[in-house]
C-alpha cells in the first residue's frame, strides 16, 4: 500500500508542476523518500509510459500514458456527454467561454471548455484544477454546502480581488444562495468576469458539477450581463431536465 501511495504522490506532483519538468533530487525531496527509490521508481513508470524523460535522463514529467486515462475518464462519464452539446448550445448563443467543472475536494477540476472565438486561450483548461474560492464554477458548488465546510483560511489569492478570508466567502456564498447562481468579478483572472450555475441533478446530495460563463471584462455591459444569465439559467434547466437516470451504472463518487 506504500508503494502505491507513494506512486500515486508522484504521479500527482509531476501533473501539478505542469511544464516545469523535475529532476531526480527535486522529487526525492518533496516526497521525502530515499534517491535510490525514487530513481527505482521513475525507471518503472518511465518504462510504462507514465513519466517521461528528456534526452539526458536528468528531467522528468507526466508521460502520455496519463492522458489516456483522462480521455477514457472524460469518455466515460454520462454526465459529462450529457453536457458537451449545451456547451455549444451556450456558446453559440452567447459567443463566450463556457465550462464545465466538478468539485474535487477544495478544487474545481474543468472537465469540458468550449472557447469564445473572441477570446481564445493558449491552453486548454481541460484537466486543469483551479481552488473553489477563486471561480464562479467553484463558488456555485461551494454554495450548494454548508458554510460550516469551509476551511479558516487565509486562502492562496490569484488577484487583488481574490477572496482569501472566510468570512468574505461565506458572505459571497449567502448571495450566491440568494441569487441563484455565482459571480467571479476579476477574482481568478484580471480583466475576466465569470458566472457560475451549479447542475442540481443528483439532488438531494449536493451538486458535484457546474457550468460557467466567462467573458472579458471590456466586453461585459449590463445588456449582455443579463443574457448571458438568461441563456446560462436556461440551459442549466436543460441539462437537469434531461439528466440520465442511474439504469445500472456504477454511482460514482
Given at each position: 500500500m506504500k508503494s502505491a501511495a507513494r506512486t500515486v504522490e508522484l504521479l500527482e506532483l509531476l501533473a501539478a508542476r505542469g511544464d516545469r519538468p523535475a529532476r531526480l533530487q527535486e522529487l526525492a525531496d518533496e516526497l521525502r523518500v530515499p534517491r535510490s527509490s525514487m530513481y527505482a521508481?521513475?525507471?518503472?513508470?518511465i518504462s510504462r509510459g507514465w513519466v517521461r524523460t528528456d534526452i539526458t535522463g536528468s528531467l522528468y514529467g507526466i508521460g502520455i500514458h496519463a492522458l489516456f486515462t483522462g480521455t477514457t475518464y472524460l469518455d466515460s462519464d454520462p454526465r459529462v456527454r450529457l453536457v458537451r452539446p449545451y456547451l455549444d448550445e451556450a456558446s453559440d448563443a452567447l459567443g463566450e467561454t463556457i465550462h464545465m467543472g466538478r468539485l474535487d475536494?477544495?478544487?474545481?477540476?474543468?472537465?469540458a471548455t468550449r472557447e469564445s472565438h473572441e477570446y481564445l486561450r493558449t491552453i486548454?483548461?481541460?484537466?486543469?484544477?483551479?481552488?473553489?474560492?477563486?471561480?464562479a464554477l467553484g463558488k456555485a458548488l461551494l454554495a450548494e454546502r454548508p458554510d460550516t465546510e469551509l476551511p479558516d483560511g487565509p486562502y492562496e489569492r490569484a488577484t487583488p480581488n481574490t477572496r482569501t478570508d472566510r468570512a468574505s466567502l461565506a458572505a459571497d456564498l449567502a448571495a450566491t444562495r440568494e441569487r441563484g447562481y455565482s459571480t467571479d468579478r476579476e477574482e481568478g483572472v484580471?480583466?475576466?468576469?465569470?458566472?457560475?450555475?451549479?447542475?442540481?441533478?443528483?439532488a438531494p446530495?449536493?451538486?458535484?458539477?457546474?457550468?460557467?460563463?466567462?467573458?472579458?471584462l471590456a466586453r461585459l455591459t449590463d445588456e449582455h450581463e443579463r443574457q448571458i444569465i438568461a441563456v446560462m439559467q436556461e440551459i442549466r434547466a436543460k441539462i437537469e431536465a434531461t439528466a440520465p437516470s442511474a439504469n445500472g451504472a456504477p454511482d460514482w463518487r
Open positions: 521508481l521513475l525507471q518503472t513508470l475536494g477544495a478544487d474545481v477540476a474543468y472537465l486548454s483548461r481541460v484537466g486543469r484544477r483551479l481552488p473553489a474560492h477563486m471561480g484580471l480583466g475576466i468576469v465569470g458566472f457560475g450555475f451549479a447542475l442540481r441533478y443528483d446530495a449536493p451538486a458535484q458539477d457546474a457550468i460557467s460563463c466567462s467573458v472579458p
